[in-house]
């Protein structure tokens, strides 16, 4: 038996304002299966499932927000049934009062 995968990936929103630490990271799924084509929900249903289920695993607090949002989007083929599985991840950033008014870069330049 063989089996395909196919995997895309988009940036929605890119911000470099503040680094940000890998613990505050938010992932919503959503997925669905096809048998012969029928069943399932339409892209943007998985989309909104997703996100939803990202705001579920992660809310957000006060002076909180997501930033750096990606979209993956990974396609499985085996044989008569497709799997489409659509995550989301976003860093959480606090944008309280505690912030200078200067973004500092969060890569810096090598001297070579």
Same mark, same amino acid.
């Given at each position: 038996?063989?089996?395909?995968? $196919?995997? @895309?990936?988009? $940036?929605?929103?890119?911000? *470099?304002?503040?680094? =940000? ?5 938010? =992932?919503?799924? &959503?997925?669905?299966? *096809? ?5 399932? #929900?339409? &892209?943007?249903?998985?989309?909104? !499932?997703? @996100? ?11 002076? !909180?927000? *997501? %930033? ?8 499985? *083929? $085996? ?12 860093? %959480?950033?606090?944008?309280? #009062?505690?912030?200078?008014? !200067?973004?500092?870069?969060?890569? !810096?330049?090598?001297?070579?």
């Amino acid at each position: 038996m063989n089996s395909c995968t $196919i995997h @895309k990936g988009q $940036i929605i929103d890119l911000n *470099y304002g503040q680094a =940000v630490s890998i613990t505050n990271q938010a =992932v919503g799924t &959503s997925s669905v299966g *096809y048998f012969f084509g029928l069943g399932g #929900n339409k &892209s943007s249903v998985l989309l909104k !499932e997703a @996100k939803d289920d990202l705001i579920r695993n992660r809310p957000l607090q006060p002076n !909180e927000k *997501y %930033v750096n949002q990606s979209l993956n989007i990974s396609t499985t *083929y $085996i044989l008569f049934y497709t799997r489409a599985k659509f995550t989301i991840t976003a860093d %959480v950033i606090s944008n309280g #009062n505690n912030q200078s008014s !200067e973004k500092e870069p969060l890569i !810096e330049k090598s001297n070579n």
